[in-house]
């Protein structure tokens, strides 16, 4: 009974992280990434979108599975050289740098009215200690946080799909979904956490795959909802308005409700999406540079400081949130999700035309968003 036990708490562990990772800041601003391109032009990039980011993430758990590599940058050395290494290690520190300065600045963005900087000082305060300290403590925080996630989104959305502003078929544009791929893929971003899934399960293959699908699921129906809810009843102008202020979709249900309960109840789901997906990004980051630095005893130790550091940055640009996540989700979520995973698997003994097919789809979205960007 013990040992049944122990694996269903390890199996919810590894369910949760990849969940809470997901379901984070790039929720909060799809419906606003997307106006412009109408509720089934983003309800068919979000499908797409899905089915490859948990394609990528089951075939770099194959190899850890295989290797048992102790994390991904010794992965990434070992099957694609040095050159290789120094790439995903760019794209990896990257990515997770400009999602911590989103999250931190949407936290900022959330309780602004409530004395923001001091709140998120405070959770700086207590990440840091877990990172440090007691490592445990950040998976049974996430536990309870996720849980959180979900009883404030049920409450939102039965009361929000209630009521209906605008038809959610009254327009779409193609055109303008290729712009907005890159936030999509942000949304699904988890691989960060694969090293640590599989050591939780102990690198058992029927689990790894149920976590994995279990946890991408959660933020598939997330995003779907947040986009029903975002197209049913706000405007165009009302969603570009909330762009401009970084405002999370759920801050505007208080105004659209005239209740302070819904600003109240949307200021909990937007942390708890932010937070989840801070304390995932900051324990993987953890893991990945105490890999690098195995040799170096004394950085490693002080690991834990570089991980706060984008917090500070956020302290003095705290607008950042939607501009830091399109960069971070189209450029390095790209590299470091889809296309150097996928390339594992490209090589002599591993190729398959299915896997050529999935890195074709993520070097689209990487050269859309380099063209957006120029």
């Known amino acids: 009974m013990n040992q049944t036990s122990d694996k269903t708490c390890r199996f919810c562990n590894a369910a949760f992280l990849v969940a809470g990772i997901s379901i984070g800041a790039s929720e909060l601003g799809l419906p606003v990434a997307l106006r412009h391109a109408g509720y089934l032009p ?14 990528s993430g089951i075939l770099l758990a194959q190899r850890f599975i295989a290797e048992r590599q102790q994390d991904l940058p010794t992965l990434f050395q070992k099957y694609l050289g040095q050159w290789g290494a120094v790439l995903f290690n760019i794209s990896y520190f990257s990515l997770a740098f400009c999602l911590l300065v989103a999250y931190w600045s949407g936290l900022q963005g959330i309780f ?21 300290r007691k490592f445990q403590l950040l998976y049974t925080l996430n536990n309870f946080l996720t849980v959180g996630l979900i009883v404030s989104f049920i409450f939102l959305i039965v009361s929000s799909l209630r009521a209906s502003n605008v038809s959610l078929f ?130 490693q130790q002080s690991s834990e400081l570089l991980i706060i550091i984008p917090l500070f940055i956020a302290m003095i640009q705290p607008q950042l949130f939607f501009t830091v996540l399109g960069i971070a989700g189209g450029i390095f979520g790209n590299l470091m999700a889809g296309l150097l995973p996928v390339t594992l698997f490209l090589k002599h003994g591993y190729f398959r035309y299915r896997y050529l097919c999935l890195w074709l789809v993520f070097l689209s979205v990487f050269v859309l968003e380099c063209i957006n960007l120029a």
């Open 112 to 132: 602004n009215h409530l004395g923001g900087r001091f709140i998120t000082i405070a959770i700086g305060a207590l990440v840091y200690y877990g990172l440090s």
């Open 42 to 55: 983003a309800v068919v990039g979000m499908l797409a979108i899905y089915i490859c980011m948990l394609a």
């Open 170 to 299: 009254h327009f779409a544009d193609w055109s303008q979904l290729p712009k907005s791929l890159p936030m999509i893929l942000c949304s699904f971003g988890y691989h960060q956490v694969v090293p640590l899934l599989c050591q939780q399960l102990e690198y058992d293959r029927s689990s790894i795959y149920r976590a994995l699908l279990v946890g991408t699921l959660c933020p598939l129906i997330f995003n779907i909802t947040i986009l029903t809810i975002g197209f049913r009843l706000f405007s165009v102008e009302e969603l570009s308005e909330a762009a401009q202020r970084g405002l999370p979709v759920f801050v505007l249900l208080g105004r659209y409700f005239n209740a302070d309960c819904f600003i109240y109840i949307g200021q909990c789901f937007s942390f708890f999406a932010i937070m989840t997906s801070l304390l995932g990004v900051s324990m993987a980051m953890r893991g990945a540079l105490r890999d690098i630095l195995d040799r170096q005893k004394i950085l």
